[in-house]
T-cell receptor, first 115, second 111 residues
Framework: DAEITQSPRHKITETGRQVTLACHQT?????MFWYRQDLGHGLRLIHY???????NKGEVSDGYSVSRSNTEDLPLTLESAASSQTSVYFC??????????????FGEGSRLTVL | DQQVKQNSPSLSVQEGRISILNCDYT??????FLWYKKYPAEGPTFLIS?????DKNEDGRFTVFLNKSAKHLSLHIVPSQPGDSAVYFC??????????FGKGTSLLVTP
């Protein structure tokens, strides 16, 4: 079955370190997204991509970067981790239809703790 | 500023009764609305959607109503079951592909 997987599922790191969260989908979807979920804020968009070599900033993109070198993967990098980036990160993908986004399919999440 | 608002952080309903989850939005350009359900330690899963050209969409026990003039949508679950206990997120998009999410409403269905 096609799926979307995130790794690692849990990560503890120190302030200032670089961290990369992996996201891999096997649906061949063009659209991929990264969200973070925090108590009191719901899901907030970090970065998104509508295809290979396309990347766009979301509402909370400061301190994060992404790259899209193939259809299947959209890794999220924290260049210098900060305690404010402690969160649960969700990757999602979709295939647009009829001019809208279609349903997003989410991974199981990566819990990141920055000490 | 939050464009999709879920003003009730939590809701408790008895099994068999109706659950009504509400969502308000501020962006008139939103043309597609979705509800997601999330269990602890899992990713959100798609539940039901509605286009802005409709005012109602039904799928089994789940119905979404859209009132464009009030910029309001609601999710009705009838009858509610204990397995429906989860966090429900309202989401919307404005002709593009990224979704704007609300903060979520935690639903508890008690036996």
């Amino acid at each position: 079955d096609a799926e979307i997987t995130q790794s690692p599922r849990h990560k503890i790191t120190e302030t200032g370190r670089q961290v990369t969260l992996a996201c891999h989908q096997t649906w061949n979807h063009n659209n991929m997204f990264w969200y973070r979920q925090d108590l009191g804020h719901g899901l907030r968009l970090i970065h998104y991509s509508y295809g290979v070599h396309d990347t766009n900033k979301g509402e909370v993109s400061d301190g994060y970067s992404v790259s899209r070198s193939n259809t299947e993967d959209l890794p999220l990098t924290l260049e210098s981790a900060a305690s404010s980036q402690t969160s649960v990160y969700f990757c999602a993908s979709s295939e647009p239809r009829q001019g809208n986004t279609g349903e997003l399919f989410f991974g199981e999440g990566s819990r990141l703790t920055v000490l | 500023d939050q464009q999709v608002k879920q003003n009730s952080p939590s809701l408790s309903v008895q099994e068999g009764r109706i659950s009504i989850l509400n969502c308000d939005y501020t962006n008139s350009m939103f043309d597609y609305f979705l509800w997601y359900k999330k269990y602890p330690a899992e990713g959100p899963t798609f539940l039901i959607s509605i286009s802005s050209i409709k005012d109602k969409n039904e799928d089994g026990r789940f119905t979404v109503f859209l009132n464009k003039s009030a910029k309001h949508l609601s999710l009705h679950i009838v009858p509610s079951q204990p397995g429906d206990s989860a966090v429900y997120f309202c989401a919307a998009s404005a002709g593009g592909y990224a979704l704007n999410f609300g903060k979520g409403t935690s639903l508890l269905v008690t036996p």
